[in-house]
């Protein structure tokens, strides 16, 4: 039985994949400091004698016995309430942390898998983003906490990877929603959906005309799973490329919610990207990979899940 460590693994993705590395038949240890993960979201594997979860900051040093075939590098502030709110700990988390797993990855012998992120790209001048392209960021504004931590984690995971010779994968995530999102996450569409199933006014930044692309989370994490299985070093940009703009997803939440919420226009976060669309060509060819599940299917399902949330 292969052993796969996920850092980060309480947390929206993380804990997803923990349930897919399971029903693949791994063992898997979820290593998570809680700070914006939450143990609900892997209750359903207690008493499990595969899975194990350990509460620790993978920004000291990482203990682990035994034998660990992959480590998944999921531990990060990933929406802009909580890197905004926590600054240090996003910067720290993407080096010293990256650090302390890659050391893991090194001393063990494991594939390691880093979860990295479109906003590597910036305010893209590239559109849509390819794998090739260098981004455009700015690194002392309020989101370089975030962009910076990411783009040094990526260069660190090729270090190890080039000089120490670990087998590294690196995933450029781009939006996913799905279950286990928090209401008051700070992304988009979850905050959208919380407003309108509370009839409160849906806040759009800027004039909503900026565009997103949202892959639903079981498209996410298989995308991601293909990847960790595959022989791909360099970065894979796994996301939907099914653009849309940020007024017009609030829109359709109004209308699948039949809400009474109004749209109100606040003004656009400095740096807040006007265009992010992946293009997964390589995600395609190379994984065989693309999503399946339509905005529809995928927005009903995750409406399921607030409407729950939001009664209990």
Request: charged letters at 20%.
């Amino acid at each position: 039985m292969k052993t796969a460590v996920v850092a980060g693994g309480a947390g929206f993705l993380g804990s997803h994949l923990c349930d897919k590395l399971l029903n693949e038949g791994f063992k898997v240890i979820c290593i998570d400091n809680l700070i914006t993960g939450s143990t609900d979201n892997i209750s359903q594997h207690a008493g499990n004698e595969n899975f194990s979860f350990i509460k620790h900051d993978i920004t000291n040093y990482i203990y682990l016995p035994g034998k660990v075939d992959y480590i998944l590098h999921f531990s990060s502030p990933a929406s802009p309430i909580d890197y905004l709110h926590l600054p240090i700990q996003t910067l720290k988390v993407g080096s010293l942390g990256t650090h302390k797993v890659l050391g893991l990855a090194k001393e063990k012998g494991a594939t390691f898998l880093l979860a990295s992120t479109s906003e590597v790209y910036g305010d893209p001048e590239v559109h849509p983003q390819k794998e090739d392209y260098w981004g455009n960021v700015n690194p002392i504004g309020p989101r370089g906490v975030y962009d910076e931590a990411k783009r040094f984690a990526e260069a660190l995971t090729m270090a190890y990877h080039r000089y120490h010779g670990v087998d590294t994968r690196i995933a450029r995530i781009f939006n996913t929603y799905g279950p286990r999102m928090r209401p008051n996450d700070g992304r988009a569409l979850p905050t959208f959906i919380d407003q309108a199933l509370k009839g409160e006014d849906i806040t759009v930044f800027g004039d909503g005309a900026q565009t997103r692309s949202f892959c639903f989370v079981s498209d996410q994490i298989e995308g991601l799973y293909r990847l960790l299985i595959s022989n791909e070093t360099e970065p894979v940009n796994i996301g939907n490329p099914d653009e849309i703009t940020v007024a017009q997803i609030a829109k359709e939440i109004i209308e699948l919610t039949k809400s009474s919420s109004n749209i109100v226009y606040k003004d656009l976060p400095i740096d807040d990207p006007k265009v992010r669309q992946p293009d997964i060509t390589k995600a395609i060819q190379v994984l065989g990979w693309k999503p399946k599940v339509t905005r529809l299917e995928g927005l009903n399902l995750t409406l399921n899940y607030f409407r729950e949330m939001i009664q209990n």
